[in-house]
């Protein structure tokens, strides 16, 4: 029964789950390992042999063999010294070597106590603990060469006289001398499967930290991008609308002396809402504690209005062309299409001679389409406002995708510029249309 529940036991055993692949051990690590085994086992010799030499001159220490006490000593001393760096070779050496040791050297070939099973046990439990060799092979060769022993039944194995041999098997002892081999089996099979397993889960273990940081980096960096994004979208908006009212103010300053200090009533104004609206970006950036918190989307649908009315005033004559009333949408769909439209006009405001622009907004199916046009051309490089050049077009790109939509931004069929966002009002819905194909020029 015991047998049987230890094949059980192997049979349960989910190897290919849990069992990490053994690399060759290196070189210095063989020998680190057989550097502690012997070390270990020369102790245990050195300790073994004291005891005897003091038992042995002790009046009321009367064994039936010394010789037999000597050979057990050894037989632990050489599984302990081969248990890890060589445990299958010392496993077989010390059982076969232990079985010919008693019934050659000892007389009788008989165990003559339990204490003398003590090599079996080290040796079966150092092998199933290295994995070297399967529980039920080692248990059963260990037990049935250890009853064996115990039962004397290696004077006929060796040529001995048969007819005078009559075992008296102790069934109780052979019982008990197979239950402790059998266990030891067990025991280092489980205490394997438990270094396997917490090598595993290690190896897992870190396997995640390095997977969380990469992820925390990412996040981090995802986080950084969108709030760059935002600082550009919004700061460049304002700035860029305050830069070419003072540029054409001064360009025209000379035939109309009233325009810079019509430019600077305005200006003060607008820069007062670009200050407000990177207030409003960096606020989001850390609560009333100090501790971070996550950036939210600042600027809804509702705004838009408000972002065509400013541009306007920057000088641009915008055409908007409006659903009324403006469609619901969740915060960062209704961000992407304002920050998209405030890039757009901005654009137009910067690299374009055109004084007009069409923005049109309109609910198609489940989708909300945006179209803002220019009539161009190209303003000259001469005469275009300096230093404004930035990564507009990507920044439109990211808002697009963020939101599950697309857009495209080139030259319109008849001439200017045209740029073209979709963007889902459901995030769940299928993928956006794409707009029609257009020639893809660099960023501005």
């Given at each position: 029964?015991?047998?049987?529940?230890?094949?059980?036991?192997?049979?349960?055993?989910?190897?290919?789950?849990?069992?990490?692949?053994?690399?060759?051990?290196?070189?210095?690590?063989?020998?680190?390992?057989?550097?502690?085994?012997?070390?270990?086992?020369?102790?245990?010799?050195?300790?073994?042999?004291?005891?005897?030499?003091?038992?042995?001159?002790?009046?009321y220490?009367?064994?039936?063999?010394q010789?037999?006490?000597?050979?057990a000593?050894?037989?632990?001393?050489?599984?302990?010294?081969?248990?890890?760096?060589?445990?299958?070779?010392g496993?077989?050496?010390?059982?076969?070597?232990?079985?010919?040791a008693?019934?050659?050297?000892?007389?009788?070939?008989?165990?003559?106590?339990?204490?003398?099973?003590?090599?079996?046990?080290?040796?079966?439990?150092?092998?199933?603990?290295?994995?070297?060799?399967?529980?039920?092979l080692?248990?059963?060769?260990?037990?049935?060469?250890?009853?064996?022993?115990?039962?004397?039944?290696?004077?006929?194995?060796?040529?001995l006289?048969?007819?005078?041999?009559?075992?008296?098997?102790?069934?109780?002892?052979?019982?008990?001398?197979?239950?402790?081999?059998?266990?030891?089996?067990?025991?280092?099979?489980?205490?394997?499967?438990?270094?396997?397993?917490?090598?595993?889960?290690?190896?897992?273990?870190?396997?995640?930290?390095?997977?969380?940081?990469?992820?925390?980096?990412?996040?981090?960096?995802?986080e950084?991008?969108?709030?760059?994004?935002?600082?550009?979208?919004?700061?460049?908006?304002?700035?860029?609308?305050?830069?070419?009212?003072?540029?054409?103010?001064?360009?025209?300053?000379?035939?109309?002396?009233?325009?810079?200090?019509?430019a600077?009533?305005?200006?003060?104004?607008?820069?007062?809402?670009?200050?407000?609206?990177?207030?409003?970006?960096?606020?989001?950036?850390?609560?009333?504690d100090?501790?971070?918190?996550?950036?939210?989307?600042?600027?809804?649908?509702?705004?838009?209005p408000?972002?065509?009315?400013?541009?306007?005033?920057?000088?641009?004559?915008?055409?908007?062309?409006?659903?009324?009333?403006?469609?619901?949408?969740?915060?960062?769909?209704?961000?992407?299409?304002?920050?998209?439209?405030?890039e757009?006009?901005?654009?137009?405001?910067?690299?374009?001679?055109?004084?007009?622009?069409?923005?049109?907004?309109?609910?198609?199916?489940?989708?909300?389409?945006?179209?803002?046009?220019?009539?161009?051309?190209?303003?000259?490089?001469?005469?275009?406002?300096?230093?404004?050049?930035?990564?507009?077009?990507?920044?439109?790109?990211?808002?697009?995708?963020?939101?599950?939509?697309?857009?495209?931004?080139?030259?319109?069929?008849?001439?200017?510029?045209?740029?073209?966002?979709?963007?889902?009002?459901?995030?769940?819905?299928?993928?956006?249309?794409?707009?029609?194909?257009?020639?893809?020029?660099?960023?501005?």
């Amino acid at each position: 029964m015991i047998a049987r529940a230890c094949a059980a036991y192997v049979g349960r055993m989910p190897d290919d789950d849990l069992a990490v692949p053994r690399a060759r051990p290196r070189a210095g690590a063989r020998r680190d390992l057989l550097r502690g085994d012997l070390a270990v086992a020369g102790a245990t010799g050195a300790a073994w042999t004291l005891a005897l030499v003091v038992l042995g001159r002790w009046d009321y220490w009367m064994p039936v063999s010394q010789h037999a006490w000597w050979c057990a000593g050894a037989g632990v001393t050489a599984a302990l010294a081969l248990r890890r760096w060589a445990a299958r070779s010392g496993f077989w050496v010390v059982t076969v070597g232990y079985f010919v040791a008693y019934t050659l050297v000892l007389d009788g070939g008989r165990m003559v106590s339990f204490v003398h099973v003590l090599p079996l046990l080290v040796t079966t439990y150092a092998v199933t603990r290295a994995g070297a060799e399967p529980p039920v092979l080692a248990a059963a060769v260990a037990g049935v060469l250890g009853v064996t022993l115990q039962a004397g039944a290696a004077n006929a194995s060796f040529g001995l006289s048969t007819w005078d041999w009559h075992p008296a098997v102790d069934l109780s002892a052979a019982v008990q001398l197979v239950a402790l081999v059998v266990a030891a089996a067990l025991l280092g099979a489980m205490v394997h499967r438990l270094a396997a397993t917490s090598a595993s889960l290690a190896e897992r273990n870190a396997q995640l930290v390095a997977l969380q940081e990469v992820r925390a980096r990412e996040a981090v960096a995802a986080e950084r991008t969108r709030i760059a994004r935002e600082l550009h979208d919004v700061v460049a908006h304002h700035v860029s609308a305050i830069v070419v009212r003072a540029q054409a103010a001064d360009r025209v300053a000379d035939t109309r002396p009233d325009a810079p200090r019509e430019a600077v009533r305005w200006i003060a104004p607008a820069g007062k809402e670009a200050l407000d609206a990177m207030r409003s970006v960096v606020r989001v950036l850390r609560a009333a504690d100090g501790s971070a918190t996550p950036y939210a989307p600042t600027a809804g649908l509702d705004s838009l209005p408000a972002v065509v009315a400013r541009v306007r005033e920057a000088g641009l004559d915008v055409h908007a062309a409006l659903p009324e009333p403006l469609p619901a949408c969740p915060p960062q769909v209704g961000m992407a299409v304002v920050r998209v439209a405030q890039e757009a006009l901005t654009n137009v405001l910067v690299h374009s001679a055109a004084t007009t622009a069409t923005l049109t907004l309109e609910l198609a199916g489940g989708d909300l389409v945006l179209e803002v046009t220019d009539p161009g051309p190209a303003r000259p490089p001469a005469v275009a406002p300096t230093g404004l050049g930035g990564s507009g077009l990507l920044h439109m790109r990211e808002r697009a995708t963020a939101a599950g939509g697309t857009v495209t931004a080139g030259t319109a069929p008849g001439g200017g510029w045209r740029v073209w966002l979709v963007v889902p009002l459901d995030r769940t819905a299928a993928t956006p249309p794409p707009a029609p194909a257009r020639p893809e020029p660099a960023d501005a």
